[in-house]
């Protein structure tokens, strides 16, 4: 057990204590490390391991760092400093892999040095052929092989004289080169997004953020969630729903919600710079939010519905993730019935009924924003309902 005495000593450099620190929170960094770990490779495998052991290293330095800064008085407050502190730098750390860090592992600069000496120095084509050229296992990803080559060559400083220049002002740098002004500056806000692609994310996310145990973190991100929903969001929101969100492995499902994530990201400009004018809406987002409107809309007039017929609609269509089983005379009756739990005969009749009922009350909530398409509806509902609901 870990005492006040131990923690003064190593905040002295005695060895011994400094030891007995990092062993005492060693297993609470491996975790938090393979918690990091996850975020970058979540199907596990030779890149979950390299980046368990960096992130576990990050952890340590951090441990190291925090006995410096602790003036509390008790081994629990420290404990809780450290890993609030390890948790903190961890989540800097997988921001700065996720945004390109220009870093190489050992391994990759082994592999790139190699192929550099194949190449008589061409650091270029060293980088295409360490992805081709090692034996299966060291061969180098696009990624790797760019971070090794940047790795090695280097930053390019900005005060660097332009070659290319012959002027010998700050416009023969590369600085100036890179230098931009806009010809006509204002004050108008350039979203990426607008409030229809932002409450759509929501929904999505909604349905990936895991609960947090932690009473704080839970507020945090249910009120995170629910502002979303509403088309608001700022950066603090965004990392919590990022922390929260747990990946599907399903290639599709996972490319579905990263998208998400990335919409809820480019929203931040949008709503933390000021508000919005009429004309910086697109038609992207008035289309998502006309589409947004009609989804909740349908998800109220089945939730006022009677279950048996909500569960039957929704497996017709597949609404809400339900199972789709189809609605037409070609439909799966016998399995819609297995899993709604009704006979044959049953089923036929509660479906009729329940699109009539559903049709009566979604003309009802349209006639309420537009009495006129309301009416169309109607007199489509009235055409088409027909057949025990088969046409």
């Keep these: 057990m870990l005492s006040i005495d131990t923690i003064r000593a190593a905040q002295n450099n005695d060895l011994p204590a400094v030891t007995a620190v990092i062993e005492a929170t060693e297993s609470r960094v491996a975790a938090l490390a393979r918690k990091a770990a996850q975020r970058m490779a979540p199907h596990g495998g030779a890149r979950f391991a390299d980046y368990a052991d960096e992130f576990a290293q990050v952890g340590r ?33 997988v921001r700065a892999e996720r945004n390109g860090n220009a870093g190489a592992d050992e391994n990759a600069m082994k592999t790139f040095a190699a192929m550099l000496e194949a190449t008589d120095g061409d650091a270029y084509e060293a980088a295409r052929l360490a992805q081709i050229i090692p034996p299966k296992g060291k061969r180098l990803s696009a990624q790797r092989a760019e971070a090794a080559r940047l790795a090695w060559q280097g930053a390019v400083s900005l005060d660097k004289a332009n070659a290319d220049s012959e002027a010998p002002d700050q416009n023969g740098t590369l600085a100036g080169l890179l230098a931009h002004e806009d010809p006509e500056p204002d004050d108008e806000i350039r979203p990426k997004v607008g409030r229809g692609a932002l409450v759509e994310a929501a929904r999505v996310l909604a349905r990936y953020v895991a609960t947090p145990r932690d009473t704080e973190a839970r507020v945090c991100v249910l009120d995170a969630l629910e502002l979303a929903a509403q088309g608001e969001t700022t950066p603090a929101d965004v990392d919590a729903l990022e922390d929260a969100l747990k990946v599907p492995s399903n290639p599709t499902e996972r490319r579905y919600v990263l998208d998400a994530m990335g919409v809820l990201r480019s929203a931040v400009s949008t709503v933390t710079e000021g508000a919005l004018t009429d004309d910086l809406r697109d038609v992207r987002d008035d289309r998502m939010a006309e589409s947004s409107d009609k989804h909740e809309r349908v998800r109220s007039c089945l939730d006022s519905m009677g279950q048996t017929q909500r569960d039957i609609l929704r497996h017709s269509f597949g609404i809400g993730g339900a199972t789709v089983y189809g609605w037409g005379d070609g439909c799966d009756m016998a399995g819609m019935c297995e899993e709604v739990g009704v006979t044959y005969a049953q089923l036929k009749s509660y479906r009729a009924k329940g699109r009539r009922s559903f049709a009566k009350r979604y003309v009802a909530a349209v006639s309420l924003t537009d009495p006129e398409w309301a009416g169309e509806l109607e007199s489509a509902a009235d055409s088409k309902l027909s057949h025990a609901g088969r046409k």
């Design 61 to 93: 330095v951090a441990v190291w760092d925090c006995l410096a800064r602790f003036t509390d008085d008790t081994e629990e407050s420290f404990m809780r400093y450290a890993y609030a502190t390890v948790e903190s730098t961890l989540k800097d750390a």
